[in-house]
């Protein structure tokens, strides 16, 4: 059983930085994702991260955003910076274990311009 739990959401002014959070409980897949939703929209792929550390990023973010992760502390990080209102969303993030998908509650960004 896994739950995730994201943190550091906020409202910022376009150009501002915000991180985001999320700490695993029990177990976690070895492949954590941020994800996020605007209102009327899909829920996208943001950012992944393995185990040993190789990410991959959505192009909308590329050069923005940066995904870490400390294993010691079971816990996904999104470091957010050159925000801009296109970025406001809910962020979620995710694991796969066991062929299981498991989602944190959720945490709103929002970018005024």
């Known amino acids: 059983q896994v739950h995730l739990v994201e943190s550091g959401g906020g409202l910022v002014q376009a150009g501002g930085s915000l991180r985001l959070s999320c700490v695993a409980s029990?177990?976690?897949?070895?492949?954590m994702t941020w994800y996020r939703q605007a209102p009327g929209k899909q829920r996208e792929l943001v950012a992944t991260i393995t185990s040993s550390g190789s990410t991959s990023y959505a192009d909308s973010v590329k050069g923005r955003f940066t995904i870490s992760r400390d294993n010691a502390k079971n816990t996904v990080y999104l470091q957010m910076n050159s925000l801009e209102p296109e970025d406001t969303a809910v962020y979620y993030c995710?694991?796969?274990?066991?062929?299981?998908?498991?989602w944190g509650q959720g945490t709103q960004v929002t970018v005024s311009s």
């Open positions: 029990g177990s976690s897949g070895s492949r």
């Open positions: 995710h694991t796969l274990l066991a062929q299981k998908n498991y």
